[in-house]
Structures are given as C-alpha cells and as structure tokens.
C-alpha cells in the first residue's frame, strides 16, 4: 500500500503579482515534466504530486510557502523560487530541514551562497561581468567607461566587470548615476578629455539605458558599446533608433528550447506551445523549469528520497541532457554549460550566435562607424 | 559652452512644470499632486497622437496640450473645485487618489514600456563649441516664448492684474466686478496646459516611462519655494538656475583635480537651495508684502 503513495514535490514562484508571467511559465514548464514522468510510470512504481505554492516575488512569502510544502506537505525537495527574493527567502528554512531547493531562473549572485542544499540552472548575475571583461580582452579594449545607475543590480555588474578586467585594462571613467535619471549630457562631457575603447551604459530599465546611448552617440562619441541583459530589449531601437545599432549585450540565449536537443526528437519549445500557448515571458525561463524539475526527478528516481543523498548526487552529477543543454553543478550550487550568449544589434534587430570575423567587420564595427555622421 | 546648452535644455523642462506648479500651488494655493500624472498625460497623448494615431508633431503636440489642459480641467471640477473652499488641505488627499488613478490609467492604457515621442538620434550641430540638435533649439526656444510672455502676462497687464486680485482675496475682486470663480478654473487649466507641455517636451527629448511622475515634480517644487511662492517670475528663473546648477556640479573639473560623482548631481543643487533658503526665506525673488 505505502509504495503506491504518490510523492509530493514542491514548486514556489510568483502566481500573483507584477512579476506571475515568470510563474505561470514555470509552474506550467514543471508540471509538463511531472506529467511526463508519471505518464511513463512514475518514479519506482509510485506517481510524483506536484504541490504549488505563491512566493509572490517576496522572500517572506515564500519562505512561509518553504515551511508549508516541508512541514505540512512533508515534499521530498522544492523546486523554486523563481524571484531571487523568493529562492533567498525559503533558503534557510529549506537548508535547516535538509530539503534540496533547485531554482530554475534566479540571478542573484547571493544564491551561490545561500546553502548546500541549494542550486540553481540560471547562470549568475556575476557571470555577465566576467564575461563582458573577458570580451573586452577578446577585442583588445583596454580604456573602458562603464556609466551605471546606483542599484544592486547594476553596480553588481560594474564590479564583477571591473574584478574581472584582463591585465592591463582599466576603468578610466566609473560613475554612479541617480536610479531613473535621464539626462547624462553633462555627465558625458567628461569623456571629451578622455581616451577609452569602449562603453558600457549600465542601467536597470531599457528607457535609461536608451537614453545614455542616444546621448552618448548625440554627443559624438563613436566608441563601440557593451551592455548586461537589460540592453537585450526590443524597445531600444523604438527609443533610441540608430545609436544602439552594433552594441554587444550578454545574457542568456533567447533560443533556449527552440531546438531539440536529440536527433529526431521534437523541441521543448513546440510541446510547450501546443500545450500552454506562447510563453508569458520567455521560453527560456519555461525550458530551464522544465530543466531543474528533470534534473531533481532523475537524482531521486537515482537515489531515493532522502534529502543528503539527492544533493549528493546532485554535486555528483557529470552531466545532465536537459531541454536547454546539457549541465551539471559545481560546488556551489551553480549551474555549468548554461550560460550567457553574446547578442547584439543588427538593423534594429537583436541578433544572437556565433558571429564569424566577416560578419564583425561588416555588422560590428562598420555600423559602430556609421552611427555618427 | 556645452554645459550652458545643457543647463537650458534641463531648465527648459524643469521650468514649465514648475510653471505649471507656480500657478496652483504658488498663486491658487491649492495643492495638485496629480500635476506629475497631468506631465505624463500630456507626454503620453502626444505620443499616442503622433506614433498610434500618425498625426504629424505640429498637431500632435497641440493635441497633447489640448488634451493635458482637459484633464487639468476635470481633475478642478471634480478633484478640487468641491473641496478646497472647505479647507485648503484637502486637494492634498484627492489629488493623491487622482494622482493613483491615473497612475493605474497610463499604465493600463500605455504598458510599462518606454514610449519616445520623436524616436531615434537626433542630428546634432556645433553651436558655439556646444553640441546640440535642432529639436532641442526649437523646444528651448518655445519653452522661454511661452514662459516669458505668460509671465509678461501675469506680472504686467490688466489680465494678469485681475488673476492677481483673485488670488488676493476672492471677494473684494468679485465686488469689483471680476469673475473669480472662471480664473480659478483658467488658472487651473493653464498649469495643466503647462506640465502637459513639460511631459511633451521629456517625450521628445528623452523618453516616457509610466513612473516618472513623482521625481519631475520634486525640482519643480523646490524651483517655486527658492524663487518666492506667488513670484511665476522667480520659479521660471530658479527652475533654471537649478538645472543649470546640476550640470556644472557634474560637468566642471573642480579646481582641476576633482570632479563630483554624478550620484550627488540633485542632492547639490537642491542643497544649494536649503543653504539659499535658511539665508533668505521668502524666497530668492519673494517680497514680504507679496508672500500674504
């Protein structure tokens, strides 16, 4: 009787809310998998429970939705938060009851260290530093000017670029500006004097990273332009226009589940769609939920359901073939093989892939050139 | 030079929303808290004028005025017109919950997206060794005709002599023969016709986003009590002396060794106001027997 028991797993994330598109993705992405997995019989003969709860986007919320699944519901391991508020908030409660928490989309670089139970399938925020500086290296910029506005997460990424600059390049012209202030015009004044390679508008929203390329590109300056995830927004060229045209962006690839993984197989992207529509947010997001549920099935489908022996595995794991691509987890937690892409601007489109040599010289630094006349 | 051309495009902005504040806060005394939303909806219609509805900039922008200047009008008539005679605090609350509704509308009817009226770069010519486009010359120059002239209108003839009155005291003006109640309403409407142009002006310069109302009018605020409350004069003035200020705070090179980091830029400027202030409290262009 106990072993037809169904096992519960828990799932956090914001069902209401400003920020329940990223929710809904998710909990639809986990629940795809789930139904996966009992369709083929479930794990060791007993049927796998999916037990939502609201996280809201807040770190009390969802630690009292960490307490619930674990105490009440008695789930097996949670997968969630989504918000990094949320996957931060339901940590401690998580770690202190031995419970393995996998977030699928969380960038905060504080969830590195948020315990040993505690993983996540999003690359990190300080990831993007490091890779913007070692593009910098790549394309010999050694004078580089990074304009960010004062909020976590921008001056986060100023100093993970600026910990990660190659020898011999260095910050010549570093300033903090006040969040949702537009006008840089006089603050760009001061780049007259000044020699440097390259620019990064580092900004929290869209409409101020369009306004302090509009006005560096208005000014005269004709410095290629590098920027985060925020610059990865299609209102820039309906703002900005032609300044943002050639500026380079890191950030997860858009394409994450597009493509099948195996041969012959069908893409995550087209069974999502035809089960749940277009995505609310992004595919991305859904493909790596669906992700973190397959990884965490399999290690308890592997190990059984006690907690040490999941996060074991887990910490063990040489490489899982997930939906997205294949991954593993280094000591913190922190996923291996997703990573950032390299996008850009190309006719007011955003353009992602390999970028051979001929397509730089014609796309990047011509239109770099071409922007001021 | 460039900084000066900054400080007009800056001041030019700041200066039409404290235009627009001078005239209920500084002369009606009526507080308007919803005058920030009023910015955006006239920045927002325009917008919707131009880019939705392809209308060309010289009716849109009228449109935009037309359609701040209305919702001004109904934000008196139903927000403030009840209430204000009563005691003058309490357009404080309402205009707080028109300023939530609103709030709610633009972003109902606009998204959360950036909107830019006038997307795209604009060619920039050198002008005296400043940098500036031809857009940002018009603006300035619209921006002082229309300030100044209302203010030769206010401070200088039989019109603005009569506004005044009112304001002075209703009933001995309506004794006299002026129809007091129609100038609170026109008075109320300008101011509207006013951020409208102010929101009008961020649309093309920069670009609009649904939570920008609150910040625009803290300077405008700050403009209208340095330059002496019920001087329209002195709040033009000090909205730009304010801009202009916040550019030099971050654009000179201090003394040739320093230079103040830009995440100080408004806390000195409105720093220089409090110091102003605590040396001349009326205001930098407010009289005693004005300030009644």
Not at chain 2, 82 to 95: A, D, E, I, S
Not at chain 2, 233 to 256: D, K, N, S, T
């Amino acid at each position: 009787m106990l072993e037809k028991e169904p096992m519960k797993i828990g799932y956090i994330g914001p069902l209401t809310g400003d920020a329940s598109a990223y929710g809904v993705d998710t909990l639809n992405a986990v629940k795809m998998k789930v139904e996966e997995v009992n369709a083929a019989g479930g794990i060791g003969g007993r049927q796998v429970q999916l037990v939502a709860e609201d996280g809201r986007c807040t770190g009390g919320d969802a630690a009292n939705a960490a307490r619930k699944l674990i105490d009440i519901d008695k789930v097996v391991a949670i997968i969630g938060g989504q918000c990094s508020s949320e996957t931060l908030g339901a940590a401690p409660i998580a770690e202190a009851a031995g419970i393995v928490q996998v977030s699928p989309v969380s960038s905060s670089p504080d969830v590195a260290d948020a315990g040993d139970f505690i993983f996540r399938t999003y690359p990190s925020d300080a990831l993007k530093g490091i890779d913007i500086a070692e593009y910098f290296g790549e394309k010999g910029y050694t004078k580089v000017a990074i304009m960010t506005e004062n909020t976590d997460y921008c001056v986060g990424i100023r100093d993970s670029i600026k910990a990660a600059l190659p020898e011999g390049a260095e910050v010549v012209f570093d300033e903090l500006t006040e969040p949702g202030v537009k006008d840089f015009r006089s603050l760009i004044t001061r780049l007259e004097d000044m020699e440097f390679d390259v620019f990064v508008p580092n900004a929290q929203s869209d409409a101020v990273l369009g306004a302090m390329a509009q006005q560096m590109r208005e000014q005269g300056f004709e410095q290629p332009m590098v920027s985060q995830d925020i610059a990865d927004s299609n209102n820039l060229p309906s703002i900005a226009g032609e300044a943002v045209e050639g500026m380079r962006m890191f950030n997860v690839s858009s394409l994450l589940g597009e493509e099948a993984r195996t041969e012959g197989a069908r893409p995550f992207a087209e069974k999502f769609r035809e089960l749940h529509g277009d995505p609310q947010q992004n595919m991305g997001f859904a493909v790596l939920a669906y992700d973190a549920a397959g990884v965490l099935l399999e290690a308890i489908a592997a190990v059984g359901t006690e907690g040490t022996a999941i996060r074991d595995y887990l910490y063990g794991l040489q490489a899982y073939e997930g939906a997205a691509g294949t991954f593993r987890f280094d000591a913190k937690g922190e996923v291996v093989g997703i990573g950032n892409v390299q996008k850009r601007f190309e006719n007011g489109k955003i353009v992602e892939g390999v970028v051979t040599e001929e397509t730089v010289e014609e796309t990047g630094t011509g239109a770099d050139t071409d922007v001021t006349e | 030079m460039q900084l000066l051309i900054n400080g007009l495009i800056a001041g030019s902005l700041a200066a039409l929303i404290a235009a627009g504040l001078a005239l209920v806060y500084g002369v009606l005394g009526v507080f308007n808290l919803a005058l920030g939303q009023i910015v955006l909806v006239g920045g927002y219609a325009t917008w919707w004028f131009c880019q939705v509805a392809g209308l060309p900039l010289f009716l849109g922008i009228p449109a935009g005025l037309v359609t701040g200047g209305l919702v001004a009008w109904l934000t008196f008539i139903l927000f403030v017109k009840p209430f204000y005679k009563h005691h003058r605090f309490l357009p404080l609350v309402t205009t707080i919950a028109l300023s939530m509704i609103l709030d709610g509308l633009i972003l109902l009817l606009f998204q959360e997206r950036p909107r830019s009226i006038l997307p795209g770069m604009k060619e920039t010519m050198l002008l005296f060794g400043g940098r500036v486009s031809s857009e940002q010359l018009v603006l300035i120059a619209f921006t002082l005709v229309i300030l100044f002239g209302f203010a030769y209108l206010f401070h200088s003839t039989a019109v603005g002599r009569r506004i005044r009155a009112v304001v002075q005291h209703d009933h001995a003006a309506m004794s006299l023969g002026i129809n007091a109640p129609s100038l609170h309403t026109l008075i109320f409407v300008l101011s509207g016709v006013f951020a409208a142009a102010g929101g009008i002006f961020i649309g093309i310069d920069q670009n609009l986003t649904p939570t920008l109302a609150f910040p625009i009018t803290i300077k405008a605020y700050a403009a209208i009590i340095a330059g002496g409350k019920g001087n329209f004069w002195g709040a033009i003035v000090c909205a730009y002396l304010i801009a202009l200020l916040e550019q030099v705070v971050v654009g000179i090179h201090w003394f040739g060794v320093f230079y103040i980091p830009a995440g100080y830029q408004q806390t000195v400027a409105l720093l220089f106001i409090i110091v102003f202030l605590l040396l001349k409290p009326t205001g930098i262009f407010g009289s005693v027997s004005r300030s009644a």
